[in-house]
C-alpha cells in the first residue's frame, strides 16, 4: 500500500518556466511533510516542508501548496534553473519514531 | 563536519557472499536509519534505530541485519548475497521534533553506496 504517491515519473520543462510537481498521500493522520532534493551520486538533501496547519509555504523560488481535503501537495519552483534537475521526493511522518515514508519520486529536467 | 558517511561507495558481490556497509554521522544525532532506493520504488526503509542500543525493522528488512555499535555509527549487513539486493543504499540520520500526532525530522542522508550483486 504506497501511502505516498508521486504519479509522474518525469517532467521536463523549459529553463525560466514554472515547474510543478505533484504528490499524493493516503493517510489523513498525516500532519507534516517534506521535500527531498537528489543529484545522481549523492543523497537526498532536504528542500522545504510543511504542517498541516498552513495551506503553503514558501523559501526563495520554492513553494510547496497544501490541499488536505483533496489529501494533496505540490511542489512550485519559480523560475526553474538548470540547475534544478534533479530527482524530488515528497515525504510523510508515519509514526511518532519520525520514520518517514517516501513517495516514488519525480525526475525533473530544466532545460537551457 | 562531514555529516553522515557511508563507506564503501561502491561494491561488487557474488551471490552468497557477505558484506557489512558501514555509516557514521557527526551530528550527535539520535536517529539512524537504513534505505534502498530502486528505479520506481523511491526509498524504501530497510532498519532504522530510533536511539542508540535500540533497532527495529521497516519495509524491507528480509536478508538484512544491523547494529547499532554506538550512537555515531550504524551498521548493516548482508549475510548472504542475492541479485534481488542490487540497489543503492542510503544511511541518514535525524534528531526528533515532537509536534502534532506525529513527531517529525529532518532527515540528513549520507552519499550513498551502490551494491550489485551478481
Known amino acids: 500500500d504506497q501511502q505516498v504517491k508521486q504519479n509522474s515519473p518525469s517532467l521536463s520543462v523549459q529553463e525560466g518556466r514554472i515547474s510543478i510537481l505533484n504528490c499524493d498521500y493516503t493517510n489523513s493522520m498525516f500532519d507534516y511533510f517534506l521535500w527531498y532534493k537528489k543529484y545522481p551520486a549523492e543523497g537526498p538533501t532536504f528542500l522545504i516542508s510543511?504542517?498541516?496547519?498552513?495551506d503553503k509555504n514558501e523559501d526563495g523560488r520554492f513553494t510547496v501548496f497544501l490541499n488536505k481535503s483533496a489529501k494533496h501537495l505540490s511542489l512550485h519552483i519559480v523560475p526553474s534553473q538548470p540547475g534544478d534537475s534533479a530527482v524530488y521526493f515528497c515525504?510523510?511522518?508515519?509514526?511518532?519514531?519520525?520514520?518517514?515514508?517516501f513517495g516514488q519520486g519525480t525526475t525533473l529536467q530544466v532545460k537551457p | 563536519n562531514a555529516g553522515v558517511t557511508q563507506t564503501p561507495k561502491f561494491q561488487v558481490l557474488k551471490t552468497g557472499q557477505s558484506m557489512t556497509l558501514q555509516c557514521a554521522q557527526d551530528m550527535n544525532h539520535n536517529s539512524m536509519y537504513w534505505y534502498r532506493q530502486d528505479p520506481g520504488m523511491g526509498l524504501r526503509l530497510i532498519y532504522y534505530?530510533?536511539?542508540?542500543?535500540?533497532?527495529d525493522k521497516g519495509e524491507v528488512p528480509n536478508g538484512y541485519n544491523v547494529s547499532r555499535l554506538n550512537k555515531r555509527e550504524f551498521s548493516l549487513r548482508l549475510e548472504s548475497a542475492a541479485p534481488s539486493q542490487t540497489s543503492v543504499y542510503f544511511c541518514?540520520?535525524?534528531?526528533?521534533?515532537?509536534?502534532?500526532?506525529?513527531?517529525?525530522?529532518?532527515?540528513?542522508f549520507g552519499p550513498g553506496t551502490r551494491l550489485t550483486v551478481l
Open positions: 510543511i504542517s498541516s496547519i498552513k
Open positions: 534505530s530510533a536511539s542508540e542500543g535500540t533497532t
Open positions: 541518514a540520520s535525524s534528531e526528533m521534533i515532537a509536534g502534532g500526532y506525529y513527531s517529525y525530522n529532518e532527515q540528513f
Open positions: 515525504a510523510a511522518p508515519s509514526s511518532n519514531t519520525g520514520k518517514l515514508i
